[in-house]
């Protein structure tokens, strides 16, 4: 496992959570970051993206407006802040880092991925 989320649990429709993504052994800023999730049955799905350096970010349609991807350089984290959850939030979520994709939404693009937090969302 070359990154490690956490910060996922229980919490009320409404609530707000904070993910964390680090890596122990590879510098964040220097790879592009995203957050995927996947719900019980269903395919991965991706959540969010932020670019190395500087990065620009980038949100799927379903949490635009919800969710704040961010990084915090001398940390070397990245984080998922998400407010306004809703029930259809919860899954697993995981992020994943490379140097470069071709297609920010493919899973299958990233070749570093994290252990997966759990995020439940009562209604």
């Known amino acids: 496992v070359q990154l490690q989320a956490s910060g996922g649990g229980l919490v009320q429709t409404g609530g707000s959570l904070r993910l964390s993504c680090t890596a122990p052994?590879?510098?964040?800023?220097?790879?592009?970051i995203s957050w995927f999730r996947q719900a019980p049955g269903k395919e991965r799905e991706w959540v969010s993206y932020i670019g190395s350096g500087n990065g620009a970010t980038y949100y799927s349609n379903s949490v635009k407006g919800r969710f704040t991807i961010s990084k915090d350089s001398a940390k070397n984290t990245v984080y998922l802040h998400m407010n306004s959850l809703k029930p259809d939030d919860t899954a697993v979520y995981f992020c994943a880092a490379d140097s470069s994709v071709s297609v920010m939404e493919s899973w299958s693009e990233y070749d570093y991925w994290g252990q997966g937090t759990q995020v439940t969302v009562s209604s």
């Open positions: 052994r590879f510098t964040l800023d220097d790879h592009i």
